[in-house]
Nanobody
Framework: QVQLVESGGGLVQAGDSLRLSCAAS????????MGWFRQAPGKEREFVVA????????KYAGSVKGRFTISRDNAKNTVYLQMNSLKPEDTAVYYC????????????????WGQGTQVTVAS
C-alpha cells in the first residue's frame, strides 16, 4: 500500500502562484510514476503532469505546459507542483496519484490516490 497526502491548496488571484506538495509513504518502491490530476465541478478528472521517481522524466498536459512545473525529492518521498500564472480555469480539486508504470496519463493506470486539495483561482 502507498499513502499519499496532498497539501498547499488555497484561494489565490489570477496570475498568482501556488505550490502543492504530495507526501508519499508506505511501499513507495512499487511506484514508478507520480502524477497530478485535477477535477473541476461537473467535469471528469484530467491529467495535469507526471514525473518518474527515477531519472525525473516528465510529461505535461498542454494546458499547463510552461506554467506548471513538477519536481520530486526522493529523499523525502515528496512530489511538488509549482503552479505559476494561475487562471480561473485552473480551479479544481488537485489529486496526487501513483502508478506502477512509466508516465501514464490515464486515470485507470494509477493505483493509489490522495484525498485531493482544493485550488481556487479568482478572476
Amino acid at each position: 500500500q502507498v499513502q499519499l497526502v496532498e497539501s498547499g491548496g488555497g484561494l489565490v488571484q489570477a496570475g498568482d502562484s501556488l505550490r502543492l506538495s504530495c507526501a508519499a509513504s508506505g511501499r513507495t518502491s512499487s511506484s514508478v510514476t507520480m502524477g497530478w490530476f485535477r477535477q473541476a465541478p461537473g467535469k471528469e478528472r484530467e491529467f495535469v503532469v507526471a514525473i518518474s521517481w527515477s531519472g525525473g522524466s516528465t510529461k505535461y498536459a498542454g494546458s499547463v505546459k510552461g506554467r506548471f512545473t513538477i519536481s520530486r525529492d526522493n529523499a523525502k518521498n515528496t512530489v511538488y507542483l509549482q503552479m505559476n500564472s494561475l487562471k480561473p480555469e485552473d480551479t479544481a480539486v488537485y489529486y496526487c496519484a501513483a502508478a506502477p508504470s512509466l508516465l501514464p496519463i490515464a486515470t485507470r493506470e494509477y493505483n493509489y490516490w490522495g484525498q485531493g486539495t482544493q485550488v481556487t483561482v479568482a478572476s
